[in-house]
């Protein structure tokens, strides 16, 4: 008979999306060392799926089925897990185990929306009871990016982008995501970054915008000051750039700090185009849809849980 520590206690399932940045303008350094900015983040049908389960010992134990993902100290969702410990007595041990779909260091925001899974899965295990304005709180300890998973798919960045406006705008639209063969840290392309030679603001937001075509409109009108240092650091993202223009998107942008790369199409984009321009393994290709009117993270259904709060759509193809 197994022994009670070998048997999970409570089991939470979640999908957490991806995102990519509409626009992302640097205001300036502030004096905390971080860069003021202004960013419109939209989560896209690109998901990992992460289990939760408690267990009687073992401490934080992470797995995945991705051989670069780190599962120590240094992983965000480990940060959470090991900070749950300050709101509550009781011992955390947890099995987390990550289904990765989301690329590594592209700027897609996988590593924030992994941790904001973890955020909602530690106050559900541990009974922290923690209200939403102290989840958030929380998340902007964590990363700068991990306040926006907290709520739905569409929201407006200020601050280091943690301070969250909610906002609703047009999605109907198809995208081609396309991650290089190398990945870049944040660090290492704000470090690049000559604020001399970068536009601090495009004037662009998207909020309460829902004509199709005056959401292009604004959408050809935005920027990513970041591309520059992006593209100086990683010249195939350059390449795609281009190569996603040539096949008529109404604009190709890096996403976050790259240097992953989108363009967005008003029709499904060829992905058999997209697979022999980017054939080999290292590249990665993916057919999105953004996602509206519902949550960035959610709570999927278990056989233990009953209750399903996913059912979200999921349009996406690796080239590798």
Same mark, same amino acid.
């Given at each position: 008979?197994?022994?009670?520590?070998?048997?999970?206690?409570?089991?939470?399932?979640?999908?957490a999306?991806?995102?990519?940045?509409?626009?992302?303008?640097?205001?300036?350094?502030?004096?905390?060392?971080?860069?003021?900015?202004?960013?419109?983040?939209?989560?896209?049908?690109?998901?990992?799926?992460?289990?939760?389960?408690?267990?009687?010992?073992?401490?934080?134990?992470?797995?995945?089925?991705?051989?670069?993902?780190p599962?120590?100290?240094?992983?965000?969702?480990?940060?959470?897990?090991?900070?749950?410990?300050?709101?509550?007595?009781?011992?955390?041990?947890v099995r987390?185990t990550?289904?990765?779909?989301?690329?590594?260091?592209?700027?897609?925001?996988?590593?924030?929306?992994?941790?904001?899974?973890a955020?909602?899965?530690?106050?559900?295990?541990? &009974?922290?009871?923690?209200?939403g304005?102290?989840?958030?709180?929380?998340a902007?300890e964590?990363g700068?990016?991990?306040?926006?998973?907290?709520?739905?798919?569409?929201?407006?960045?200020?601050g280091?982008?943690?301070?969250?406006t909610?906002?609703?705008?047009?999605?109907d639209?198809?995208?081609?995501?396309?991650?290089?063969?190398?990945?870049?840290?944040t660090?290492?392309v704000?470090?690049?970054?000559?604020?001399?030679?970068?536009?601090?603001? &495009?004037?662009?937001?998207f909020?309460?915008?829902?004509d199709?075509?005056?959401?292009? &409109?604004?959408?050809?009108?935005?920027?990513?000051?970041?591309?520059a240092p992006?593209i100086r650091l990683?010249?195939?993202?350059?390449?795609?750039?281009r190569?996603?223009?040539?096949?008529?998107?109404?604009a190709?942008?890096?996403?976050?700090s790259?240097p992953c790369?989108?363009?967005?199409f008003?029709?499904?984009?060829?992905?058999?185009?997209?697979?022999?321009a980017?054939?080999?393994?290292?590249?990665?290709?993916?057919?999105?849809?953004?996602l509206a009117?519902?949550?960035?993270?959610?709570?999927?259904?278990?056989?233990?849980?009953?209750a399903?709060?996913?059912n979200?759509?999921?349009?996406?193809?690796?080239?590798?």
């Amino acid at each position: 008979m197994a022994g009670v520590s070998d048997v999970p206690m409570k089991q939470l399932v979640f999908r957490a999306a991806a995102k990519i940045n509409l626009n992302l303008d640097v205001l300036g350094r502030r004096a905390d060392g971080y860069h003021e900015l202004f960013t419109t983040f939209q989560a896209i049908d690109l998901f990992d799926t992460l289990t939760f389960e408690k267990t009687g010992s073992g401490g934080i134990q992470i797995a995945s089925n991705h051989p670069e993902f780190p599962t120590g100290p240094e992983n965000l969702i480990y940060r959470v897990f090991a900070q749950a410990g300050r709101n509550t007595t009781e011992p955390i041990n947890v099995r987390v185990t990550v289904d990765k779909r989301i690329p590594i260091a592209a700027g897609l925001g996988g590593g924030s929306a992994d941790a904001a899974a973890a955020l909602f899965a530690a106050n559900a295990l541990y &009974s922290l009871s923690l209200t939403g304005s102290q989840l958030h709180d929380w998340a902007g300890e964590i990363g700068a990016d991990v306040p926006f998973f907290l709520g739905n798919a569409q929201a407006e960045g200020r601050g280091r982008g943690d301070a969250i406006t909610p906002v609703e705008f047009y999605a109907d639209y198809w995208l081609a995501v396309i991650k290089p063969a190398v990945g870049l840290s944040t660090a290492e392309v704000y470090r690049a970054l000559d604020l001399g030679l970068t536009k601090r603001e &495009s004037g662009v937001n998207f909020a309460g915008c829902r004509d199709r075509e005056d959401f292009f &409109s604004r959408l050809v009108r935005a920027q990513n000051a970041l591309t520059a240092p992006v593209i100086r650091l990683c010249p195939e993202a350059g390449c795609a750039l281009r190569f996603l223009e040539e096949q008529g998107s109404v604009a190709a942008r890096v996403t976050g700090s790259g240097p992953c790369v989108f363009g967005i199409f008003r029709d499904t984009p060829n992905l058999g185009e997209l697979r022999r321009a980017f054939p080999t393994a290292e590249w990665q290709v993916f057919v999105c849809r953004p996602l509206a009117g519902q949550a960035a993270v959610g709570q999927e259904s278990t056989d233990r849980q009953g209750a399903d709060r996913g059912n979200h759509r999921s349009a996406h193809y690796s080239a590798g």
